[in-house]
């Protein structure tokens, strides 16, 4: 069974940049639908990234467009999200998942990981 594991979390001010990590196990990130989502207190959680694997492209939300890229390493088998100019409405737990159906076209994640805290102060 698939398993991901985020990690690269942490502390940063306005305008600064954080890279997040997620390894998987149990199956090859090049197979998966892979993505990006992230919880903010007390709110719903969102979308941010994807890749998907059926024309290798990629996909943004767009409060984090042209900020954030979401990238793999098929021989690693990780999957990273670079965050750049970071904002404090950017402060959230991120969590990777893992998606290997489509339903009515839609991907559906069904494999998540632990999920890693991103603070931005000021």
């Known amino acids: 069974q698939v398993q991901l594991v985020e990690s690269g979390g942490g502390l940063v001010q306005a305008g600064g940049s954080l890279k997040l990590s997620c390894a998987a196990s149990?199956?090859?990130?090049?197979?998966?639908?892979m993505g990006w989502f992230r919880q903010a207190p007390g709110k719903e959680r969102e979308f941010v990234a994807a890749?998907?694997?059926?024309?290798?492209?990629?996909s943004y939300a767009k409060s984090v467009k042209g900020r954030f890229t979401i990238s793999r390493d098929n021989a690693k088998n990780m999957v990273y999200l670079q965050m750049n100019s970071l904002n404090p409405e950017d402060t959230a737990v991120y969590f990777c998942?893992?998606?290997?159906?489509?339903?009515?076209?839609?991907?559906?994640?069904?494999?998540w990981g632990q999920g890693t805290q991103v603070t931005v102060s000021s």
């Open positions: 998942a893992a998606g290997s159906r489509r339903v009515a076209g839609a991907i559906q994640y069904d494999v």
């Open positions: 149990g199956r090859s990130v090049s197979s998966l639908a």
């Open positions: 890749l998907t694997w059926t024309d290798s492209g990629t």
